[in-house]
């Protein structure tokens, strides 16, 4: 049981290029979400999934997009990378109501962009 | 937004002694959640009390919440250098949302 799974850990893009971040769940959960954490500004929510073939905007999502391939994987996706984009980005799910959706997160993608 | 806002921004504290962090918020919640984030790691999840709930405890932990000041405390009883942490609270709102929105943290650290 492996939890929540990011890949990359860690990546360096110059402006302009894109990449995609990974995210898999191997604990049945409806809901995953995105985020970027910047030193300072706490975690900020990019996007979010609440099921399968849904997703939406939060608090930060211009510059991103998402994918949420299956119940087990979200993906985010940067088009065209900008040095404003390097962050921390993590990748969280949470189970239901009843756990007051407690979110469970990956290690982290420390991007940075140049 | 944020809608959590810790208090304060930093701590530090001798081993043994207690740490307590503050957390205000914005609206009204269905729950209040404290993670703990050390240093380049994921978040982890410490404690999870509800709206109707005004104290829980978790081993070395007590949390508090008071509805009528939108506020909560978290409380680490003893503390241990390996407590050396950020601690961030997150609220879930009452829309049902299946969003939290989480502060700033408090970052402390634990002197051996």
């Known amino acids: 049981n492996a939890g929540v799974t990011q890949t990359p850990k860690f990546q360096v893009l110059k402006t302009g290029q894109s990449m995609t971040l990974q995210c898999a769940q191997d604990?049945?959960?409806?809901?995953m979400y995105w985020y970027r954490q910047d030193p300072g500004m706490g975690l900020r929510l990019i996007y979010y999934?609440?099921?399968?073939?849904?997703?939406d905007k939060g608090e930060v999502p211009n510059g991103y997009n998402v994918s949420r391939l299956n119940k087990r994987e979200f993906s985010l996706r940067l088009e065209s990378a900008a040095p404003s984009q390097t962050s921390v980005y993590f990748c969280?799910?949470?189970?239901?109501?009843?756990?007051?959706?407690?979110?469970?997160f990956g290690p982290g993608t420390r991007l940075t962009v140049t | 937004s944020q809608q959590g806002e810790e208090d304060p921004q930093a701590l530090s504290i001798q081993e043994g002694e207690n740490a307590t962090m503050n957390c205000s918020y914005k609206?009204?919640?269905?729950?209040l959640q404290w993670y703990r984030q050390n240093s380049g790691r994921g978040l982890v999840h410490l404690i999870l009390?509800?709206?109707?709930?005004r104290e829980k405890h978790s081993g070395r932990l007590r949390v508090t919440l008071d509805t009528s000041k939108k506020s909560s405390s978290l409380l680490i009883t003893a503390s241990r250098a390996a407590d050396t942490a950020s601690y961030f609270c997150?609220?879930?709102?009452?829309?049902?949302?299946?969003?939290?929105?989480f502060g700033k943290g408090t970052k402390l650290t634990v002197n051996p």
């Open positions: 604990m049945n959960h409806n809901s």
């Open positions: 969280a799910s949470s189970g239901s109501r009843l756990t007051g959706y407690e979110q469970y």
């Open positions: 009390i509800r709206s109707n709930e």
């Open positions: 999934s609440a099921s399968e073939g849904t997703t």
């Open positions: 997150a609220t879930e709102d009452q829309g049902g949302s299946e969003k939290l929105v």
């Open positions: 609206t009204s919640i269905n729950n």
